[in-house]
Structures are given as C-alpha cells and as structure tokens.
C-alpha cells in the first residue's frame, strides 16, 4: 500500500503564490509517476501537472507557466509551486501516485492522498 498526504494549501490573494507537498510512504519508490489534481465541487477532477521517474514534466495549459512540478526523492516527497494565483485557481488540490503507465494527466491514477484546500480571493 502506498499513502499520499498533502500539505500546504491556504488562502492567499490573487497573484500570489503557495506551495503545495505531498509526502509518499508505504510501498513507495522514486519511479512511480506522480501528478497533482484538482477539484471544484460540482465539476469533473482536473489534471494539473505531472513528473515521471525522469523527472519529464507535463502541465495543463491552464497552469503552464505559472505553476511547477516538482520532486525530492530522497525525501518521497512531491511538490507544486504555484506561481501567480487567481480565484480559478481555487480548488481541492490532490497528490496522486500510480506504479506504471506514460505521463499522463488523465485521472486513472492508482493511488491518492485525501486533498488540501486552496483558496484565491480577489
């Protein structure tokens, strides 16, 4: 089993910028994929950004050039630095994990952590 906590959501104004981490535990190894998630309550879960075990990285258009994926594998753990907040940008965030596959975005990931707010006011 593999476990996926998140931390660093918040509230913060527009344009300014937070990090989220996503510590991985259990049967966890540096080659998985990983990928941040988001939601907004009555809409369908969004692939944010995503990083495979080589470190290639693949965004969605409406976070490229403002938010970065990255990874610390001596520490199983995850990040997302988003640069440039806007209210759109407010949403459950979600660390997600899965052993094998392409890098990828879409939403059939093996494994996910249980979310950390963000929020953006104007």
């Known amino acids: 089993q593999v476990q996926l906590v998140e931390s660093g959501g918040g509230s913060v104004q527009a344009g300014g910028s937070l990090r989220l981490s996503c510590a991985a535990s259990?049967?966890?190894?540096?080659?998985?994929?990983m990928a941040w998630f988001r939601q907004v309550p009555g809409k369908e879960r969004e692939g944010v950004a995503a990083?495979?075990?080589?470190?290639?990285?693949l965004y969605s258009d409406s976070v490229k050039g403002r938010f970065t994926i990255s990874k610390e594998n001596a520490k199983n753990t995850l990040y997302l630095q988003m640069n440039s907040l806007t209210p759109e940008d407010t949403a459950m965030y979600y660390c997600?994990?899965?052993?094998?596959?392409?890098?990828?975005?879409?939403?059939?990931?093996?494994?996910w952590g249980q979310g950390t707010q963000v929020t953006v006011t104007s």
């Open positions: 990083i495979d075990s080589n470190g290639s990285t």
């Open positions: 997600a994990a899965d052993r094998v596959g392409p890098l990828r975005t879409s939403s059939d990931f093996q494994y």
């Open positions: 259990g049967y966890f190894y540096g080659t998985f994929l």
